[in-house]
């Protein structure tokens, strides 16, 4: 009789490793890409989220002070406006400037703003551009051809216009990957009331 040894199984083979390394790998692959997506994905948001509050604090500025104003003026560039501003404590001057840097600058002051140039401006948000855009027409599929408004010619697109008592508002506030648009019309109410106090 023959006499036949049991095959021993007690172990993996190098080629059983091979396989095991390679789907562990590809699985450890697929947590990574989820790992990195997942924070893009809260950057993004954070982002957002930071542009959204720096709009919110410019929409509350700006909307304020022209809605109590009793006369404002622009710049020639469309970038500055200034308005006298009608408040419980009196008349003040107040200003708004986006800078060719990005910021949007805030000044008060109890005497005239300059509409170009001066100091004593406050920075109270960062990577702001000017966004006011007009309809010019259609494109070739129909759809309205929107054109950047540079009324000056200098390149820069307006964040300033006016019609009447009407301020007309674009901007574009980036913070990281997050950009929140914000356009607006806000019409100056205190026209009329007798002050005085020039404020440019």
Known sequence: ??????????????????????????????????????????????????????????????????????????????????????????????????????????QRSSSAIPLTGGSGWTAIAHGVVGSLSRVDGTDADGAPKIVPIDADGDGRTDAFARTGTLLQVGMDIKVGDGTVAWTTGITARAVGEGVTTTCW
């Open 1 to 106: 009789m023959m006499n036949v040894r049991a095959r021993d199984d007690d172990g993996i083979t190098l080629i059983e490793v091979i396989v095991y390394l390679v789907i562990s790998g590809m699985f450890l692959a697929l947590l990574a890409g989820l790992f990195v997506a997942g924070l893009r994905a809260q950057t993004t948001a954070t982002d957002l989220d930071s542009a959204t509050g720096a709009s919110g604090v410019v929409s509350s500025s700006l909307q304020s002070g022209i809605r109590n104003a009793a006369a404002f003026a622009l710049s020639d560039d469309n970038q500055t406006v200034v308005a006298t501003v009608i408040a419980d404590d009196g008349p003040s001057c107040r200003g708004w400037r986006v800078t060719a840097d990005g910021d949007l600058l805030y």
